[in-house]
C-alpha cells in the first residue's frame, strides 16, 4: 500500500507540475499508432521525499524528463523500451538512463541529466515495444535553474 502511495504521490505531482508553467508544459507527439507524452523540467520541483524514493538528485542542474507512451487506439499504456540521449548547445552528449515506473495501468519513464540556466536542450529518444515497432521521439526544450 505504501508504494502504491508513493506512486500515486509522484504521478499527482508530475501532474500538477504540467500545468505550473510554460517551462513545464506536457507536450505530446502522434508516433505511428501511439500518443508519446512528454515533460522535462527542473528536478528541484519534486519534493526531497519523491526524489529520493526515486533515487533522483534534487539540484538546479539536474534536470528530470517524463514520457508515457499510450496506445492511440484505446489510450492504454504501452510497455516500451526506451533509449536516447540529450544534447546540450555546446554539443555535449549525456546518455539518458530510464528508469520503468508501473503502476498497472499507467507506465511511466523517467531519466534525470546535467543542464545549464537557460540552456536549450536538443532530446532523441528511440522508442519499441519489443515486437519490431520502433520510432524516435525528438525534441527541443530550454531549462532554467531555480
Do not use: C
Amino acid at each position: 500500500m505504501q508504494q502504491l502511495s508513493r506512486y500515486l504521490t509522484f504521478t499527482l505531482l508530475l501532474a500538477a507540475s504540467t500545468f505550473s508553467g510554460a517551462s513545464l508544459a506536457e507536450q505530446k507527439q502522434q508516433l505511428g499508432g501511439w500518443d508519446v507524452h512528454y515533460n522535462a523540467f527542473n528536478s528541484t520541483f519534486l519534493t526531497a521525499e519523491i526524489a529520493s524514493t526515486y533515487d533522483i538528485q534534487r539540484s538546479e542542474k539536474t534536470g528530470l524528463i517524463n514520457i508515457a507512451v499510450l496506445n492511440s487506439a484505446d489510450q492504454q499504456a504501452v510497455a516500451a523500451n526506451l533509449k536516447g540521449h540529450v544534447i546540450n548547445p555546446r554539443g555535449g552528449v549525456q546518455t539518458l538512463d530510464f528508469q520503468k515506473i508501473d503502476e498497472g495501468k499507467s507506465i511511466y519513464y523517467i531519466a534525470d541529466f546535467l543542464f545549464g540556466d537557460e540552456e536549450l536542450m536538443r532530446f532523441k529518444i528511440d522508442i519499441s515495444d519489443g515486437a519490431g515497432k520502433s520510432h524516435r521521439l525528438e525534441f527541443e526544450q530550454q531549462l532554467y535553474q531555480e
